[in-house]
């Protein structure tokens, strides 16, 4: 027998930025796909993702946009921010030039995309603790500063990468419902759940 899968509720646009090499495909490979590939290729412009998640007692359907992080491809991923409901804003803790460019990442998310996009900024590759350089002290207090979420994550062991996708989206839901609370009409597209109309009965005669 076929499995029918729940309907969602709510559809989010995510992307993820941050500067080359620091594992913004492996978090959306280990989030979507629950797996982990140490030899990734460099994206090329952006890669795609969904997977279908529960909280805050919502069920949403998420689409993540990798976007590359060179230079030369901003200008095709730019064009993916405008309908984000969230930004993840990702740094390698151990690679301090990624973590100090991110203040110029949330300057070209807010000048690209909306006003109410939920912004996390994510420490990515803390099984490498022997390698840090970055600590979580500073992580956090840059995410204050930015008014953003902060979360730890690994893509190897995938610790911390479902709740940094998922505190974002909860939040961003959470403010597309508040009356007035200042959400961007249709960040958060809002599905309208109806039941199934029932098998019409067959009329004599009809064809």
């Known amino acids: 027998m076929t499995k029918v899968e729940k309907p969602y509720e709510y559809l989010l646009k995510v992307i993820v930025v941050g500067n080359s090499s620091v594992g913004k495909s492996c978090l959306l490979l280990q989030f979507v ?29 998420v689409h993540v946009w990798d976007t590359a992080g060179q230079e030369s491809f901003r200008s095709i991923t730019r064009s993916y921010y405008r309908t984000a409901a969230v930004a993840l804003l990702v740094y390698d803790v151990t690679n301090r030039s990624s973590f100090e460019h991110l203040r110029q990442w949330m300057t070209e998310v807010l000048a690209c995309a909306a006003p109410s ?15 840090r ?19 730890e994550t690994s893509a190897l062991t995938s610790r911390g990468v479902d709740e940094a996708f998922t505190d974002g989206c909860v939040q961003a839901i959470e403010r597309s419902r508040q009356p007035g609370g200042g959400a961007t009409p249709g960040l958060v597209q809002r599905l309208r759940l109806e039941p199934a109309p029932a098998a019409r009965t067959a009329t004599p005669g009809c064809c």
């Open 133 to 151: 350089v970055v600590s979580d002290e500073e992580g956090l207090r840059l995410a204050e500063e930015l008014g953003a979420l902060y979360r």
């Open 33 to 61: 796909d629950k797996r982990f590939r140490a030899n990734h290729e460099i994206t090329i412009g952006v890669e795609f993702g969904c997977r279908v998640l529960e909280a805050g007692g919502w069920r949403f359907k």
């Open 117 to 131: 996009v939920s912004v996390v900024v994510v420490a990515n590759k803390t099984d490498l603790s022997e390698r």
